[in-house]
């Protein structure tokens, strides 16, 4: 007798019967499909040896288990999607689930090669996601949301943004107006030493902007006791005699120093003395 041919896993005989290899290994029908078959996700029975086996996701279904879980149609050889584990036909998940493009109101239809487009709730196909003045796409790039129109960032600073005054270049983030003109913050600065002057307080001579320091140095009156300038800008007082100024805190006696504020007062040649010193000389 020749050598036996025998099934791996009963031992049966396999002369005369169909049997599948499996690693070297011969098996009879029953055996391999008791071992190696997978369950149908969809009617719950091995697919046998005899059928097709479809695949995703390390889940199984017979060829004729394939189906749209709402139409009902074959999915086989054709393009389907997934939500919460069930298979559905393109058609009736965008029905169900997909959104519609804000733009030209069609649904955005999942792997047709255009990406979605998403802002503050609304969706767009990529295509339709353009700018309101030139209609490019706007795909990634910075935009501009204004009365309900999307604008790509050079074409909203060409339609609304102000223009500095001075650099002549739009103003797109904040901003300083004076005398009723729109500046950059780092272009309004002092015409003297060219500090900021957002958010200090400054004054101006002849059209020009001035830091009260370089104001002062430049134009400010030079108290005739301690010979800085007095400003007289903030309500900051001071006395006026003969063409000459003093600082309130300054205008005092020159021999006794008591303050001759709202007193009378002698003069000597270019020195200030209250009364009583005044009869001494």
């Given at each position: 007798?020749?050598?036996r041919?025998d ?17 070297e290994?011969p098996y009879?029908?029953?055996?391999y499909?008791r071992l190696?078959?997978?369950?149908c996700?969809?009617?719950e029975?091995?697919i046998g ?5 479809l695949?995703?996701?390390?889940r ?5 288990c ?9 999915l ?11 298979l ?10 997909s959104?519609?493009c804000?733009?030209?109101l069609?649904t955005i ?9 998403e ?6 196909h990529?295509n339709?996601?353009?700018?309101h003045r030139c209609?490019?796409p706007?795909?990634?790039?910075t935009f501009v ?8 960032l050079?074409?909203y ?11 002549k270049?739009?103003?797109?983030n904040?901003?300083v107006?004076y005398?009723d ?9 002092c015409?003297?030493?060219k500090?900021?002057?957002?958010g200090?307080r400054?004054?101006?001579r002849?059209d020009f ?6 104001f002062?140095?430049?134009f400010?009156k030079k108290?005739?006791?301690c ?6 800008l903030g ?10 100024q003093?600082?309130?805190?300054c205008?005092?006696?020159k ?12 003069t ?7 009364p ?6």
């Open positions: 007798m020749g050598e041919y099934c791996k896993e009963c031992q049966e005989s396999l002369y005369g019967r169909k049997y599948i290899l499996r690693e290994c009879c029908i029953q055996c499909e190696f078959s997978s369950i996700e969809s009617c029975k091995c040896c005899t059928s097709k086996d695949c995703y996701k390390d199984h279904w017979h060829d004729d394939f189906l749209c879980t709402k139409c009902s149609r074959s086989v050889e054709r393009p389907f999607a997934t939500k919460e584990e069930m559905m036909c393109i058609e009736c998940y965008s029905n169900e689930y959104a519609k804000h733009d030209c069609k239809m999942p792997g047709k090669g255009s990406k979605k487009m802002h503050k709730g609304n969706s767009w990529e339709c996601f353009t700018c209609q490019q706007i795909g990634t790039r949301v204004k009365e309900t129109n999307n604008y790509c050079p074409c600073e060409k339609q609304f943004a102000l223009q500095c005054i001075h650099c270049k739009p103003i797109t904040g901003g107006t005398r003109q729109p500046w950059h913050k780092e272009c309004f600065v015409i003297g030493c500090q900021q002057l957002s200090q400054f004054t101006s002849d902007a001035y830091c009260l320091n370089c002062c140095n430049l400010a108290c005739a006791s010979t800085t300038p007095i400003s007289g309500g900051s007082k001071y006395i006026s005699f003969e063409e000459r003093w600082h309130n805190d205008f005092n006696c021999k006794c120093s008591v303050s001759l504020v709202g007193r009378g007062f002698l000597s040649r270019d020195d200030i003395l209250c009583d010193c005044g009869r001494d000389v």
